[in-house]
Nanobody, 123 residues
Framework: QVHLVASGGGSVQPGGSQRLSCAAS????????MGWFRQAPGKEREGVAAIYTGAGSTNYAGSVKGRFTISEDNANHTVYLQMNSLKPEDAAMYYC????????????????WGQGTQVTVSS
């Protein structure tokens, strides 16, 4: 059974950094896409960053490119989202998700989701 557990959210000041973690279990970690999504109140959920596990290929939304970095720890079946230079507009509930058997990055094909972790950015 696929199980994704996100953690690491919290409150940070603008310009600060935060690292989110997503621990995966119940499937073969490598060879799949794992992504981070976020949803702010009143807004649609949006894809933020994705990684093809085992190969390290990554994909980012334009709004976070250069500030966020997605990475993996293959041995521990964990994906991270390092968020730097945080802005108030980055505040949202962040979710990790898995697209098993992905061949190309697509924000619309994630079929397994973890619970969210809240990121607040304010002074």
């Amino acid at each position: 059974q696929v199980h994704l557990v996100a953690s690491g959210g919290g409150s940070v000041q603008p310009g600060g950094s935060q690292r989110l973690s997503c621990a995966a279990s119940g499937y073969t970690f490598s060879g799949n896409c794992m992504g981070w999504f976020r949803q702010a109140p009143g807004k649609e959920r949006e894809g933020v960053a994705a990684i093809y596990t085992g190969a390290g290929s990554t994909n980012y939304a334009g709004s976070v490119k250069g500030r966020f970095t997605i990475s993996e720890d293959n041995a521990n079946h964990t994906v991270y989202l390092q968020m730097n230079s945080l802005k108030p507009e980055d505040a949202a509930m962040y979710y990790c998700a898995a697209d098993l058997g992905c061949r190309v990055f697509s924000w619309n094909k994630y079929n397994y989701w973890g619970q969210g972790t809240q990121v607040t950015v304010s002074s």
